[in-house]
Each structure stands twice: as structure tokens, then as C-alpha cells.
């Protein structure tokens, strides 16, 4: 589902990633970890494309990300949901409206869109937020709502940097658990984060950064 062959990032004078290659299974849920500054951002970028390896192949959902045109990079990323760090909802929309977001883009039609956007929010149990603006949530109730929004279009990878971040110890082990049930209904999950308390007991495989280097795996 994703392979990363030798894949190299650079910026200016800095290395980010430096000769990576692992894979992950269609269908995994697996960690990715190390310290800030470790590579674990760049490596979720370069899966959805918001940036090119200097060097090594990557294949994406069966893609070969050096052989895409750039025409063909929305196709891709339309089986890929990201759930962000800060969120990035939208303060002028409800929750409703911020979930709906994608799809309207697709032109999905109104009854589709309403039955899996509320499909969606029951999933991280905000269906009763629908009508609420981020600034009335919770940390936590905005991170499921961003969960909410990766989900939508039923994505085959959902690729997740730091999503407890910003979350108190509960809250987080309410997000991994969420994690947990949209992994068993099929979607290959990628999460980023420094916090090996989150992946600690999940029996789930966990790589390690360290200054760009992946030195090692081991099962949380």
C-alpha cells in the first residue's frame, strides 16, 4: 500500500529523510516516531504529495510518485485523508459544513453527501455537534471533527501527524481508540507522533526517526 526505496529529502543545506525504505501493508495501522525535527512531518508529505523526494522511489496505492503526472495528483490524493496537527477547520463553518467540505468539491450530490457526512461524525460520536463552530468545541472535539473530515470520502489511507498533540491524556486514548475502528473497517492508517504512550500495549508496528534516519522497528 505504501514503499518508501531509499527516499531521500533535502532542504537547502539540511537532510529531512536520509535513505528510508519500509513498507506498509494494505490494511496496517502503524506508527511512526521520534523526536521534533526527526523527519516524521516530511515523511507524511511526501505520501500526499505536498512534497517530492530528492531521491529514492516511492509507490502510493499502487502509484509510482515518480512516474505521476501532475494532472494525475488529485486522483491520488483523493485516496488519502489527512488528519492535521492544528486541525485547520474552518472558523465561518459549522461542523456539518467543515466535513462536507471535500465532497462539495466533488459535486456530490446533497443526499450522498448529508448520509456520509453524518455517517462520518457518528463514527468519532460528534454526530449531536453537527450544528456547532469550532470555536465551541473542545480540543479533543475539534481533532475528531478533523478525523471526521479525513474519513468522509472513505479514503484507503489515512495518514494522522500528531493528532493528540494538542489533546489531554484521555482525550488522546479516545483518539487512538477511534483510530482503532476505522483501521478495522479497512483503512490502512499511518500515525505520526513523539509519544510512544499512544502506540505503548497496541501490539501495532512502530518506526523509528531519528535526525532523518529510520533506526529501527519494534511493535508497540
Not at 131 to 151: F, K, T
Request: neutral net charge; proline residues 3%; glycine residues 8%.
Amino acid at each position: 500500500m505504501i514503499h518508501f526505496h531509499d527516499v531521500s529529502k533535502h532542504y537547502d543545506n539540511q537532510t529531512a529523510l536520509r535513505k528510508i525504505t519500509f513498507s506498509i501493508d494494505k490494511g496496517e495501522m502503524v506508527f511512526v516516531t521520534g523526536l521534533s525535527g526527526s523527519g516524521k512531518t516530511t515523511l507524511l508529505k511526501l505520501i500526499y504529495l505536498a512534497e517530492k523526494p530528492d531521491e529514492g522511489n516511492i509507490s502510493v496505492a499502487e502509484w509510482e510518485i515518480d512516474k505521476l503526472e501532475e494532472s494525475s495528483i488529485p486522483l491520488l490524493r483523493r485516496h488519502i485523508g489527512v488528519v492535521f496537527q492544528d486541525f485547520r477547520l474552518l472558523n465561518n463553518r459549522n461542523v456539518f459544513d467543515n466535513v462536507a467540505l471535500a465532497l462539495r468539491i466533488r459535486g456530490v450530490n446533497e443526499k450522498e453527501l448529508k448520509t456520509r457526512v453524518f455517517d462520518s461524525l457518528k463514527i468519532v460520536n460528534l454526530r449531536h455537534r453537527a450544528d456547532s463552530y469550532p470555536h465551541a468545541l473542545s480540543g479533543g472535539e475539534q481533532q475528531r471533527v478533523a478525523i471526521a473530515r479525513a474519513i468522509v470520502s472513505d479514503p484507503t489511507i489515512i495518514l494522522a501527524d500528531e493528532p493528540t498533540g494538542n489533546v489531554d491524556p484521555d482525550t488522546s486514548a479516545g483518539i487512538i481508540r477511534t483510530f482503532k475502528d476505522i483501521n478495522a473497517r479497512g483503512a490502512t492508517i499511518l500515525i505520526a507522533t513523539h509519544d510512544r504512550a499512544l502506540f505503548k500495549n497496541t501490539g501495532r508496528r512502530v518506526l523509528r526517526l531519528d535526525s532523518g534516519n529510520l533506526t529501527g522497528e519494534e511493535i508497540g
